[in-house]
């Protein structure tokens, strides 16, 4: 079974063989940015929340943002699933923070991985034991594309790569080994980094 959904919340799930829905269900909120799918729960995101039903639709559970994102008009833009570790990583489109939370007990208030001199996320990456976060930030003085490679085990940044004269706004990995970035108009280039 593969699931699909759109921004006005109607999820289908496929069954990959016959590319036929096996069924659908509407979630009970709008503008689903991503998905992901963890055991036997779907993780919804959405603009202010997220929002974590069973496979057959059944709500499990409401995840809200924190207070302070709230207050500067932000919203939750995408997720990346570490199922390993049992976390789900968030970034919001305004600010500098990844949130970290804990799949086994959602309701704990997450871990936090400051990205200094970043303006704005916009994607990110798992790689191996590593997140890759594409962003825009500051480089001497200079607003530049920027990756933050974050090591998931430490929860620190380990590099902090200036990519492109533009936002970074797509990250993609090669066999693990490479991760691919691409610019905003302004650059319009597709970069190769090299995973160590």
């Not at 269900?25 to 036997?40: R, T, V, Y």
């Not at 929340?49 to 069973?54: E, G, H, M, P, Q």
């Not at 804990?102 to 400051?114: F, G, I, Q, R």
Request: charged residues 25%; hydrophobic residues 40%; contains cysteine.
């Amino acid at each position: 079974i593969s699931y699909s959904c759109s921004v006005d919340g109607n999820v289908l799930a496929w069954d990959i063989n016959t590319l036929k829905i096996q069924h659908k269900f509407l979630l009970p909120c709008a503008n689903i940015n991503s998905m992901e799918l963890h055991k036997d729960l779907l993780l919804c995101c959405t603009k202010d929340c997220i929002l974590v039903t069973k496979k057959s639709g059944l709500l499990f559970k409401r995840v809200e943002i924190l207070e302070n994102i709230r207050k500067m008009g932000s919203s939750f833009y995408g997720i990346q699933l570490f199922a390993e570790k049992e976390q789900l990583w968030v970034f919001c489109t305004a600010g500098n923070e990844i949130s970290i939370f804990e799949m086994n007990d959602l309701s704990k208030a997450p871990s936090k991985v400051v990205l200094q001199d970043c303006t704005q996320i916009t994607c990110m990456l798992r790689v191996k034991q590593q997140i890759w976060v594409g962003s825009k930030g500051i480089s001497q003085g200079k607003q530049k594309g920027k990756i933050y490679v974050i090591n998931a085990e430490k929860k620190t940044v380990e590099k902090e790569l200036v990519a492109h004269m533009d936002i970074v706004n797509s990250l993609c990995s090669a066999e693990d080994r490479y991760v691919l970035s691409g610019s905003g108009k302004e650059d319009g280039k597709v970069a190769i980094w090299k995973v160590e």
